[in-house]
């Protein structure tokens, strides 16, 4: 059973339990470009009072260098090396875990945070923001020709994901089962200050549907992004919380990688999801309406 | 089990057995737009000796007065009131079934075929080929205006997919729970005459992701298609058969129906997944190579 916190006496204890804290951003400290009310200053606390704080975002639209201007722009203090988004976390999966060769090619379905992060680990790759592959003009197999150097597909949110970049994407993956389906995280939706819109899983789910098979999925709630955090940055699990707003990605990948977790219900989850007649089978240690309710503690 | 064909006896056999005879056409009749070997032969040799021979196809991108045009280029006689496309099915299907208020409209994620349908059936749409929604353009919920009176959205293949449109159509069915999901079909692939492409099922993947349901697919091997059929033919379905490429469209479209089953290997279904260790739970009543077979009546 999660625990609900609302109190000055929670906070305190919750703050006393962790050293480490891991929070996801949309949902959690802004939605879309709106600060979430009380964010900047909780977490300026936790610094002051010396916790080690990382963001662990599924937000594979931008790199951590872009990334870390949107936290600028917002007035937040963060540290590229205090960012892990998915795109970073695939780019190390593909040339770690993979060992990638350096004459292979990422097919990219994706935007520039991707190829970003592909770049810094040296792997070259095509599609992506390619002019060629981001156009709605049709698309035939009889005047392409297939780059036999490609080895994986790299799928995440792309929001000028079109017909012909679905095609390719299938049709690398159909004519070589050696080549990897990756995505960066599987996300159905994406939350913006107006709405939601349609996420990385759902970029995903033309070239999956086609091919019969699902990519292996590198963001959050997989273990992969916990991998990479590790290899940066020391910390205790038992001494380390997750803070996040979605059930399905920060919570299970909290509590897979042994972490403790903390729901804010300024997301995507509603408290009747944890507290109601039929509850998630995914259960937070705690649960807080938002971030901002730690100002209790300054 | 199912019974393959080879001898002169078996087609004649099978001839005599059935007055109406349907065909699927991609993988079938052609592949793209190469004419299967001895199929105009076959179908005037069936018409000759007095069958009724009519063209069951889950390609919405083409009315059945477009599709008829692609008959005529390939020269194989074929006319309007022999065709059945998805898209005139999931026209008649919103007039008739769902009797869609005429003040209502439907969002289109699909091409001209579907459009000139639901125009025929005089149902106002929005979305489809409109300049507006056919754009690589970012896409913001805050600087669109959703129209109230959609009443529904209907996905088909669509070349032109984009996030726009996905985005849209999403929109419609989170902030409608009365908003009807449809699809022309199911298909993940769409047959080309170089190889396969993502088909309609994988166009409508993303919506469906994004929003955690199914739509109501209206082709084969759905019902739908076939009481589109009958309001237009008389048929016994005891002696009639459903001549197709695809094991989970076209054999499932036919047994449901109680219609006969002829398969052939000239399309998406490999001898194997008949007549292998592992056969598929579909079985055809028959298999032959290809429809050009029949060609040992002539």
């Given at each position: 059973m999660a625990q609900k916190l609302s109190t000055e006496a929670h906070y305190k204890s919750l703050v006393d339990q962790y050293d480490t804290w891991l929070f996801d951003c949309?949902?959690?400290?802004?939605?879309g470009n709106r600060l979430i009310s009380g964010a900047t200053e909780v977490l300026a606390y936790l610094r002051k009072i010396g916790k080690s704080v990382l963001f662990v975002t599924?937000?594979?639209?931008?790199s951590r260098k872009s990334y870390k201007a949107k936290f600028d722009k917002l007035g937040v203090e963060a540290h590229v090396d205090e960012i892990f988004g998915s795109a970073y976390a695939a780019a190390v999966y593909l040339s770690t875990?993979?060992?990638?060769?350096?004459?292979k090619k990422v097919y990219v379905v994706g935007m520039s945070g991707i190829e970003e992060e592909l770049r810094e680990e040296g792997i070259s790759f095509l599609g992506g923001t390619a002019p060629e592959d981001n156009t709605l003009a049709p698309f035939s197999l009889e005047h392409w020709t297939p780059d036999p150097s490609v080895g994986a597909v790299l799928c995440g949110l792309d929001t000028s994901v079109n017909y012909t970049k679905m095609s390719k994407a299938f049709q690398y993956l159909l004519s070589n089962p050696e080549c990897n389906f990756l995505a960066t995280n599987g996300d159905s939706t994406y939350p913006t200050a107006h709405g939601l819109l349609p996420g990385a899983g759902a970029c995903a789910a033309p070239i999956s549907t086609a091919l019969g098979r699902e990519p292996l999925s590198i963001?959050?709630?997989?273990g992969t992004m916990l991998e990479c955090i590790k290899a940066k940055h020391n910390f205790d699990p038992k001494r380390t919380i997750m803070v996040g707003d979605r059930l399905n990605t920060d919570i299970e990948f909290g509590k897979n990688g042994g972490l403790s977790t903390l729901l804010v219900?300024?997301?995507?989850?509603?408290?009747q999801e944890v507290f109601g007649p039929k509850p998630s089978s995914t259960v937070p240690d705690f649960v807080t309406q938002s971030i901002g309710d730690l100002r209790a503690l300054i």
């Amino acid at each position: 059973m999660a625990q609900k916190l609302s109190t000055e006496a929670h906070y305190k204890s919750l703050v006393d339990q962790y050293d480490t804290w891991l929070f996801d951003c949309d949902g959690v400290l802004w939605e879309g470009n709106r600060l979430i009310s009380g964010a900047t200053e909780v977490l300026a606390y936790l610094r002051k009072i010396g916790k080690s704080v990382l963001f662990v975002t599924n937000n594979a639209t931008q790199s951590r260098k872009s990334y870390k201007a949107k936290f600028d722009k917002l007035g937040v203090e963060a540290h590229v090396d205090e960012i892990f988004g998915s795109a970073y976390a695939a780019a190390v999966y593909l040339s770690t875990v993979l060992s990638f060769p350096k004459d292979k090619k990422v097919y990219v379905v994706g935007m520039s945070g991707i190829e970003e992060e592909l770049r810094e680990e040296g792997i070259s790759f095509l599609g992506g923001t390619a002019p060629e592959d981001n156009t709605l003009a049709p698309f035939s197999l009889e005047h392409w020709t297939p780059d036999p150097s490609v080895g994986a597909v790299l799928c995440g949110l792309d929001t000028s994901v079109n017909y012909t970049k679905m095609s390719k994407a299938f049709q690398y993956l159909l004519s070589n089962p050696e080549c990897n389906f990756l995505a960066t995280n599987g996300d159905s939706t994406y939350p913006t200050a107006h709405g939601l819109l349609p996420g990385a899983g759902a970029c995903a789910a033309p070239i999956s549907t086609a091919l019969g098979r699902e990519p292996l999925s590198i963001g959050k709630p997989a273990g992969t992004m916990l991998e990479c955090i590790k290899a940066k940055h020391n910390f205790d699990p038992k001494r380390t919380i997750m803070v996040g707003d979605r059930l399905n990605t920060d919570i299970e990948f909290g509590k897979n990688g042994g972490l403790s977790t903390l729901l804010v219900l300024t997301g995507i989850t509603k408290e009747q999801e944890v507290f109601g007649p039929k509850p998630s089978s995914t259960v937070p240690d705690f649960v807080t309406q938002s971030i901002g309710d730690l100002r209790a503690l300054i």
